[in-house]
């Protein structure tokens, strides 16, 4: 008996647990159930987490969390609760299988069966933003080496373990190069140990429109956290529908299942809604606490019951389906087939193996570290590179010299374009002459000096250079 954490959610989300429950207790999992109140009310309640410290407590205690979706209110500061919970518990990998359920649910892949891994942890989703003059704000796009290499050796892991045959990874490191660069360049490190499997890398771009277009050429994609969220939902969608797809949450310690759906607080309470997403969740999580066979039971019961038509109101389709049914009416018909298999989709055959076990991340000997130059940020109203170039110059001290001007991203000075639009935030670049060391002292005098000036520096950043290699980005035209 495996003692889980359940949370019911919001919106329709009391609905498709309940169904969810009833099906996989009918099939005989052996669970128990703390239950724990997280959403909407919590928030209310003044709580801006969404979850208070004793549910954080049971989720800690039991490891496994089945969540159903909940609601969010917008302003006021709320913080997401699936971001949060994922980053507190180390959930660093999201596991997003889309297959397509030809004739039975309409799409336009009959043959789509991918499987999209996640980063759950960093990239943009730190959520570390600030507004730096009038006129622009910045988030922080955060890309680890521990991050890269535990979600792609998990990929390759998980393609091994389920007989996968090719691991495929989406980035856009032909424009970011530091970020994005770092994971195609872990990726290619990892590949290199699991030789039986293919891989291959492709630009996000023209990868989310081959996976959009040709999805059978695919067969897992590893990306970066919001590339991954984005396309696990156009993958979900174009299988059949976002409302089939669940998700698992992987930690080393916890783990989290839940659909990939909203809330729907507009179908709450109409015994409508769909619960094959958190059933696929649920599903999820059976194979990972080691009841196996009852998650095939499930998963072939629910394709029998998808196979003979009784479809909820999302899928249903004249000429397809047989019979619209409410959310019980089908909970009750999927326990009705519980030990039946499909005759024309594919019944499934989970593997016995345990859940993923990979080791440890094992930091790297340092790299030598030189600082080799600065940004300095500046809030200026004017439009005119040269000019704040006039402004700046004076600020340079022996030794240390503007070396550029950029406007977001792009080189303004020297020989900027007067096309150019300018906002009124500004990087100056510094870096020393021929033969001159770089000092934090350096810097402090260059922001001593700006104050003295009255030139608006709002941010600085160090540029290195690691093991002599430049680690930060040329200007845009430099």
Sequence with gaps: ????????????????????????????????????????????????????????????????????????????????LNVTTRKFLGLYANIRPCMSLHPFVSTKHPKMDIVIVRENEEDLYAGIEHQ?????????????????????????????????????????DNIMKQT?????????????????????????DIGAAKMADTPEAFDVIVMPNLYGDVLSDVAAQIAGSVGLAGSANIGEEC???????????????QNMA???????????????????????????????????????????????STQKVGTKEFAEAVIRNLGSV????????????????????????????DLVGVDLFVHWGGMEADKLAEMIRPIEKEGVQLNMITNRGIKVYPDGFPETFCTDHWRCRFKPTEGKTLLKTDIIELLQQAEEKGIDVIKTENLYAFDGKPAYSLGQGQ
């Design 1 to 80: 008996m495996r003692r889980i954490t359940v949370a019911k959610g919001d919106g329709i989300g009391p609905e498709i647990m309940d169904a969810t429950l009833s099906i996989i207790k009918a099939a005989g999992a052996q669970i128990e159930i703390d239950e724990i109140e997280v959403g909407e009310k919590v928030y209310l309640s003044g709580n801006t987490s969404g979850i208070a410290k004793e549910s954080w407590d049971i989720i800690r205690r039991n490891k496994i969390f089945l969540k159903a979706p909940i609601t969010t209110p917008q302003g006021g500061g709320y913080k997401s």
């Design 132 to 172: 730096q003059t009038d006129e622009v704000v910045q988030c922080l796009k955060l890309i680890s080496r521990p991050g890269c290499e535990k979600i792609v050796r998990y990929a390759f892991e998980y393609a091994k373990q389920h007989g996968r045959k090719k691991v495929t990874c989406f980035t856009k």
């Design 180 to 204: 994005d660069g770092l994971f195609h360049e872990v990726f290619d490190e990892i590949a290199k140990e699991y030789p039986d499997i293919e891989n291959e890398h492709w630009i996000i």
């Design 255 to 269: 783990a989290m299942f839940e659909a990939i759906h909203g809330s729907a607080p507009r179908r709450a309470g």
């Design 274 to 320: 769909n619960p094959s997403g958190l059933l696929q969740g649920a599903i999820q999580m059976l194979t990972h606490i080691g009841q196996v066979k009852v998650a095939e039971k499930v998963q072939n019961a629910w394709l029998k019951t998808i196979e003979e038509g009784i479809h909820t109101y999302d899928i249903y389709k004249e000429g397809v």
């Design 342 to 369: 499909p005759t024309r989709l594919k019944p499934v055959h989970f593997s016995e193996e345990k859940s993923l076990v990979l080791p440890k991340y094992q930091r790297r000997q340092p790299k030598k570290k």
